[in-house]
């Protein structure tokens, strides 16, 4: 009922095209790359895979596809988890029905969208994350190929995971890991991993 509501909302606005609806992530990924629309809506609490699950895939596609997550918690770490997972609208149901054609508008443009009453949320992250490149300037010393893999080690995923979500082998993984390690000058088996995951949201 939700979700019709809002298909209602779309398709009454004439600068928006409506593609289609689905209510999981197994109906939801063939079709949208299919149809290839210019900015998915994902429920975050989708039944089975979450929606920030799909919001990664669709980065990876070519060209990307801008995604917005509707939830209903506020939760600062969830907004957090689905930035990494590379949406840029966060929309709360609650503020939906007045949110979502603006927010869609300027995803498309580029741009990022937060509901008004998170916005506090994305200054913080960006002051957070500046404040551990002061007190860490080697972080700059990373490739991007490298920033990603330690953003993917903040997941807690193993290198056989990482290579398969970046498409190279678990060894070339681990090469990189152990270079990101020593330019953090990290040591011991697991210090990258907890380095990464205490700062996961900084990264």
């Given at each position: 009922?939700?979700?019709?509501?809002?298909?209602q909302?779309?398709?009454?606005?004439?600068?928006?095209?409506?593609?289609?609806?689905?209510?999981d992530?197994?109906?939801?990924?063939?079709?949208?790359?299919?149809?290839?629309p210019?900015?998915?809506?994902l429920?975050?609490e989708?039944?089975?895979?979450?929606?920030?699950?799909?919001?990664?895939?669709?980065?990876?596609l070519?060209?990307?596809i801008?995604?917005?997550?509707?939830?209903?918690?506020?939760?600062?770490?969830?907004f957090?988890?689905?930035?990494?997972?590379?949406v840029?609208?966060?929309?709360?149901?609650?503020?939906?029905v007045?949110?979502?054609?603006?927010?869609i508008?300027?995803?498309?443009r580029?741009?990022?969208?937060?509901?008004?009453?998170?916005?506090?949320?994305?200054l913080r992250?960006?002051?957070?994350?500046?404040?551990?490149?002061?007190?860490l300037?080697?972080?700059d010393l990373?490739?991007?190929?490298?920033?990603?893999?330690?953003?993917?080690?903040?997941?807690n995923?193993?290198?056989?995971?990482?290579?398969?979500?970046?498409?190279?082998?678990h060894?070339?993984?681990?090469?990189?890991?152990?270079?990101?390690?020593r330019k953090?000058?990290?040591?011991g088996?697991?210090?990258?991993?907890?380095?990464?995951?205490?700062?996961?949201?900084?990264?």
């Amino acid at each position: 009922i939700f979700r019709e509501g809002l298909a209602q909302v779309i398709q009454a606005d004439p600068r928006l095209e409506w593609t289609g609806a689905a209510g999981d992530t197994v109906e939801a990924w063939p079709r949208i790359q299919a149809l290839r629309p210019q900015v998915a809506v994902l429920d975050v609490e989708l039944p089975g895979r979450s929606g920030l699950d799909l919001a990664a895939d669709l980065q990876r596609l070519v060209p990307p596809i801008p995604s917005i997550a509707l939830t209903m918690h506020k939760d600062e770490s969830l907004f957090n988890l689905a930035m990494d997972r590379g949406v840029t609208g966060y929309i709360l149901k609650e503020n939906a029905v007045t949110d979502l054609i603006n927010g869609i508008l300027a995803v498309a443009r580029g741009e990022v969208f937060l509901s008004p009453t998170i916005s506090g949320y994305l200054l913080r992250r960006h002051q957070q994350q500046q404040a551990l490149r002061r007190s860490l300037p080697a972080l700059d010393l990373l490739t991007p190929r490298e920033r990603r893999i330690l953003k993917l080690t903040a997941e807690n995923r193993s290198c056989k995971e990482i290579g398969q979500a970046l498409f190279i082998s678990h060894r070339t993984v681990e090469t990189h890991r152990a270079s990101i390690a020593r330019k953090l000058e990290l040591r011991g088996s697991h210090a990258l991993l907890q380095f990464a995951i205490e700062h996961r949201f900084q990264l």
